[in-house]
């Protein structure tokens, strides 16, 4: 590494080892062993299931390795897609958009070492997710089929390349879209392509319904089965290689050429993508200075809330316009839209696709237990919702809220606007989900009340819970609203959400079932009961107080907000 | 109009300004001075309501800031020294929601925002986003933001930077016309020139405590310097670099 790189890389290092100290000054311990708990848990989940399923397939004879190569070979394919999207999408910002590239690109640092340091930082800020989700993949399969001792250095040896090959292209990808459009336009584009991709590939995935391949009907014959398992799926994808060099090591025959085609891919790519770089990226960083030039005549949000916004005082209308015009205009934003169709379609269609339907009559109890449960299910899938649309409300006004706090702006008039801007869509959303699958699950009246009920009081909580963990935790330095939600505060936020969700499920489990057991009896359900009125009050108690308190912990943290 | 009685703050252990009094009179045009780190912008942006002081107290007006911040901040204009917009909004929809922050809105609000835009040379990007915006253009969205309510006080910091030579010159004229009707100005500036043509009184803080104020002639009195500039006498009271210092820099 010469002095150059060494010299560029240097205050990323320092930056971060600040960092670190920063936050063990300011009682950071708390929040490293919740993250650090959470990701513990994961792993061992993560372990755990692999660990089992690899297990027996080791017992399976012939079959066996085939399988836990097939799998291996999809993990890494995955991983390898998930790393391209997210590379073309930090190398934008590295590459073009970071802070310190006005510096760098004035002084006298070589384009080799310029190129090699981003690269390098491209890799590690797009990778790193990926690199921890592979450990307990590989823990594994370690374990279960006695790597040994060189095992992990054999990981090393074949991960470090397939980190490599998506940094390059994906970095290639951004340099060439920069060098067609204005920068700050690519990264609207980019933003909706990334996610539009995403919720694409999750849509098929869901779509071709993969739990039909688990059905033994579904193969003509064994030898059948066997020759879809040898064929590689991929021969040319360097995830393949990868596969066959694990897979090689561990239950044999063992090929030095995967490797090595692995190695030299990823050093001719590098080099390849450092002639691009040479060749393209002078025009591409001038371009990416180019302001995108855009005009707006913005009446459309005002006439069409008029009618409902004149009831407002002028600050809360405008506060509400004002957000509805920004979330609509930024592409990091409303591109998040796209992921939210998908997941709605996804949820419906699991609930569509539940083997309740398959027999001829559906039992009435399992159709009430699922439509209480789905309660739970409805619950997550809005939290997680919140969590992008309503968690980073508070941190999109940072930087602007010297202007907020000099105004005689009330704060609560604040909050309340991003409150119900949050939660009117939210809602909205709520209803149509436990509607649809209520009429999907054919559910009785009861059911259908005490759903929407249920929904309606934990949207408001889950809407002001994200609110207040939001100003709780802000994230005001960040450029890109859809990084807030995967902060830790967000992570408290969910997890919070989930206990407020296992709260309401568990207390109201008790009139459900006295509701079950009463028509299953053909008895008169008696509604006028301590039994079945306490827990109903207690839900409607805990979701007021889920609801009026995290706003105001999250008014007095904005009080208190310096600037 | 303005008055500061023993106004501190404390970062942590460190105290950025400490305890400061100060008077600012209605029609007074009140330049605040001092090297970079003394406190200056720490006292603007408590004055303004943004920082929290640790003690003391904040008058606008006759209504104490902390106790009737609503009230206090009706007639303040804020200008801050690095003008973060929102950057997805156009010239014309930021300027309509900072009046909605100060309750107005209508058609005289509609009529404000085109004379504002006209006088700064920004109609013709009244429909664009703030984000294509130059430093200059958003400097003078943001001086137009802080008159749009009408104020009674001007808090402004650093008001000349990324501003071209017609756009402070327009600056100076509107600071010099809004304090002879009966406006008050308190302006910090590291232009010297700007201050000394400008001001009616200046203090010159260093280490967040005022080491002098007055008018020129005061100042002049107050460090004995005859008839010295007020670099002069700003470089005397702070501690400026000697020639031998430069020199040594130059010649490496």
């Known amino acids: 590494m010469s002095l150059s790189l060494t010299t560029v890389l240097g205050p990323k290092w320092r930056t971060a080892r600040a960092r670190l100290r920063q936050d063990r000054a300011s009682g950071g311990r708390g929040k490293a062993v919740v993250l650090g708990t959470v990701g513990l848990v994961f792993w061992l989940v993560v372990f755990g299931v692999l660990y089992r399923v690899l297990a027996y397939f080791r017992g399976v004879e012939e079959i066996g390795p085939l399988l836990a190569g097939k799998l291996l070979g999809l993990a890494l394919l995955s991983f390898l897609s998930i790393l391209l999207l997210s590379n073309v999408v930090t190398a934008l910002s590295s590459f073009f958009l970071a802070k310190d590239l006005e510096l760098l690109v004035a002084a006298p640092v070589d384009w080799l070492d310029l190129y090699l340091a981003k690269l390098g930082e491209t890799m590690l800020h797009s990778s790193w997710m990926v690199a921890l989700m592979a450990v307990p993949i590989f823990a594994a399969y370690g374990i279960v089929y006695d790597g040994g001792w060189l095992f992990p250095l054999v990981v090393l040896a074949i991960f470090l390349p397939l980190l490599v090959v998506p940094a390059v292209i994906g970095s290639a990808t951004t340099l060439i879209l920069v060098n067609v459009f204005p920068a700050r336009r690519t990264r609207d584009l980019l933003s909706v392509i990334t996610i539009a991709a995403a919720g694409l590939l999750v849509l098929m995935f869901r779509l071709i319904r993969p739990e039909q391949l688990a059905r033994p009907e579904g193969f003509r014959n064994l030898l059948d089965f066997i020759t879809v398992l040898r064929a590689p799926t991929s021969p040319f994808l360097p995830s393949e290689w990868?596969?066959?060099?694990?897979?090689?090591?561990?239950?044999?025959?063992?090929?030095?050429?995967?490797?090595?085609?692995?190695?030299?891919?990823?050093?001719?790519?590098?080099?390849?993508?450092?002639?691009?770089?040479?060749?393209?990226?002078?025009?591409?960083?001038?371009?990416?200075?180019?302001?995108?030039?855009?005009?707006?005549?913005?009446?459309?949000?005002?006439?069409?809330?008029?009618?409902?916004?004149?009831?407002?005082?002028?600050?809360?209308?405008?506060?509400?316009?004002?957000?509805?015009?920004?979330?609509?205009?930024?592409?990091?934003?409303?591109?998040?839209?796209?992921?939210?169709?998908?997941?709605?379609?996804?949820?419906?269609?699991?609930?569509?696709?539940?083997?309740?339907?398959?027999?001829?009559?559906?039992?009435?109890?399992?159709?009430?237990?699922?439509?209480?449960?789905?309660?739970?299910?409805?619950?997550?899938?809005?939290?997680?919702?919140?969590?992008?649309?309503?968690?980073?409300?508070?941190?999109?006004?940072?930087?602007?809220?010297?202007?907020?706090?000099?105004?005689?702006?009330?704060?609560?008039?604040?909050?309340?606007?991003?409150?119900?801007?949050?939660?009117v869509p939210l809602l909205v959303l709520a209803l149509i989900i436990t509607v649809f699958t209520n009429v999907l699950l054919k559910a009785t009246p009861f059911m259908m009340a005490v759903s929407i009920g249920t929904i309606l009081l934990l949207t408001l909580a889950i809407a002001a819970l994200a609110l207040g963990f939001g100003a709780l935790y802000p994230q005001f330095d960040t450029e890109n609203a859809a990084q807030i939600p995967t902060s830790f505060g967000g992570l408290v936020f969910m997890m919070t959400t989930v206990a407020l969700l296992a709260v309401v499920i568990v207390l109201e489990a008790s009139p459900v079932y006295a509701y079950l057991q009463a028509t299953r009896n053909e008895e008169t359900l008696r509604i006028l009961t301590p039994q079945f009125l306490l827990p109903l009050a207690a839900v409607v108690v805990v979701c007021g107080i889920a609801t009026a308190l995290p706003l105001r912990i999250g008014l007095r943290r904005m009080e208190a907000f310096e600037f | 109009m303005i008055r500061l009685e023993g106004l501190t703050k404390r970062f942590g252990t460190f105290t950025a300004v400490n305890g400061i009094d100060l008077h600012v009179p209605r029609g007074e045009l009140f330049g605040f001075l001092g090297p970079n780190g003394a406190g200056k912008t720490t006292t603007l942006r408590m004055i303004a309501g943004i920082l929290r002081p640790t003690a003391g107290r904040i008058t606008l007006g006759g209504v104490d800031l902390i106790r009737e911040p609503m009230k206090a901040k009706a007639i303040l204009g804020f200008i801050p020294d690095r003008p973060f917009i929102y950057e997805k909004l156009t010239g014309g929809e930021f300027l309509r929601f900072v009046a909605a922050l100060y309750g107005q809105d209508g058609d005289k609000i509609e009529k404000r925002i085109g004379e504002l835009l006209e006088v700064f040379e920004l109609t013709q990007w009244r429909d664009e986003l703030v984000e294509a915006y130059s430093h200059g253009m958003r400097q003078k969205l943001i001086i137009s933001s802080a008159l749009i309510h009408r104020p009674e006080l001007i808090v402004v910091d650093e008001p000349m930077v990324g501003l071209d030579p017609k756009g402070a010159r327009l600056l100076k004229d509107i600071f010099k016309e809004f304090a002879a009707r009966g406006g008050t100005i308190l302006m910090s500036t590291h232009t010297l020139e700007v201050a000394e043509a400008m001001c009616d009184r200046i203090a010159i803080i260093q280490n967040g405590a005022i080491a002098a104020r007055g008018t020129m002639a005061e100042l002049r009195q107050q460090t004995s310097s005859g008839n010295a500039s007020l670099e002069d006498l700003f470089l005397r009271l702070t501690g400026g670099s000697t020639a031998r210092e430069l020199a040594a820099i130059l010649d490496g």
């Open chain 1, 242 to 423: 990868a596969t066959r060099t694990v897979m090689g090591y561990l239950v044999g025959p063992w090929d030095l050429l995967d490797l090595v085609l692995l190695w030299s891919t990823a050093g001719a790519f590098v080099v390849l993508g450092a002639v691009l770089h040479a060749q393209l990226y002078p025009t591409g960083f001038t371009k990416a200075q180019e302001g995108a030039e855009r005009f707006v005549r913005g009446w459309f949000w005002q006439t069409a809330l008029a009618p409902v916004s004149q009831f407002l005082t002028v600050a809360k209308r405008e506060f509400i316009v004002k957000d509805i015009k920004l979330f609509f205009r930024d592409a990091t934003q409303w591109s998040q839209l796209i992921l939210l169709a998908v997941l709605v379609v996804i949820y419906l269609f699991n609930i569509r696709a539940l083997p309740l339907f398959t027999g001829e009559q559906v039992p009435f109890f399992f159709v009430s237990l699922v439509s209480f449960l789905n309660l739970g299910l409805a619950g997550f899938v809005l939290a997680a919702i919140a969590a992008r649309f309503v968690f980073p409300a508070v941190s999109l006004e940072g930087r602007q809220m010297w202007l907020l706090r000099s105004s005689p702006l009330d704060l609560r008039a604040l909050l309340w606007s991003k409150y119900w801007t949050g939660t």
